[in-house]
């Protein structure tokens, strides 16, 4: 069984031996939680029974454990610059045996690895079982969908929440290629970026990784694209203009998924 309070208190306690005046920890410990909050809410969507929606709200909880480390280590939430925060989350919670306080039953703990493992890649590896496969698939979701409101309710710019090396977001250019390949409606990989623009393009293309009709339906209901472009300020013309075209064509995508 599946005690989340006692999860929750565990995690605080472990929270606790780091500076929570540190910005990046503050942020990260509220996005831990909407994403823990988020997994259970598309668990409960497609019907899975109340330990199971338990089971997704703890890998939630979990799923960004290793960033604690990070920021102590490096000051930085890149894992380009640093390290693999997903993989340094589960040798945290397996190798170092963290885990037991989480949870005392190992029956679950393969299901956790891999979806911790799995949350920040650009797809899920391949061989995984049917259920672990859904736990990868839900925390992605919630972990993806809950980047749209951190970037929104954060007190930072939008660059400075993105770690992004521009100073003022609305003088930078989208590229065309960037552009483009957001209208073939797949993800786009930070690594092909142009400009920090393309990079919060690529963060918009985020829609394209979810699997869960429900994530697609709190976009909607809050508005998130639109809000995100509307912050930018874009002031190149061209820019502006396609990223306005973006949330049009993040909005038809959400639409005609609703009708699959």
Request: aromatic letters at 8%; glycine letters at 4%.
């Amino acid at each position: 069984m599946i005690d989340i309070v006692k999860a929750k208190q565990a995690f605080q306690k472990y929270a606790s031996n780091y500076d929570s005046k540190e910005p990046r920890i503050q942020i990260k410990m509220i996005h831990m939680y909407h994403v823990a909050e988020n997994a259970r809410g598309i668990a409960r969507s497609i019907g899975l029974l109340e330990e199971e929606q338990k089971l997704a709200e703890l890998i939630g909880l979990l799923h960004d454990i290793g960033r604690f480390e990070q920021v102590r280590l490096y000051h930085t939430f890149s894992d380009k610059m640093s390290i693999d925060h997903a993989k340094k989350g589960v040798e945290i919670l397996f190798k170092d045996k963290e885990i037991r306080k989480f949870i005392k039953d190992d029956t679950y703990d393969n299901i956790i690895q891999k979806a911790i493992i799995n949350h920040n890649k650009i797809k899920v590896e391949e061989g995984l079982s049917k259920k672990e496969l859904l736990y990868a698939n839900i925390i992605r979701d919630a972990d993806n969908v809950d980047i749209y409101r951190a970037m929104l309710d954060s007190n930072q710019k939008i660059e400075e929440f993105c770690h992004l090396g521009t100073k003022d977001i609305s003088k930078e250019i989208l590229s065309q290629e960037f552009f483009e390949n957001f209208k073939k409606e797949k993800p786009l990989l930070y690594t092909d970026a142009k400009s920090d623009m393309d990079i919060i393009v690529a963060i918009i293309a985020h829609i394209y990784l979810l699997t869960f009709q429900e994530s697609l339906d709190k976009i909607e209901k809050n508005d998130y694209i639109s809000k995100i472009v509307k912050r930018l300020h874009c002031q190149d013309t061209n820019t502006k203009e396609k990223m306005n075209q973006i949330v049009q064509i993040a909005r038809n995508y959400i639409n005609r998924k609703k009708g699959e």
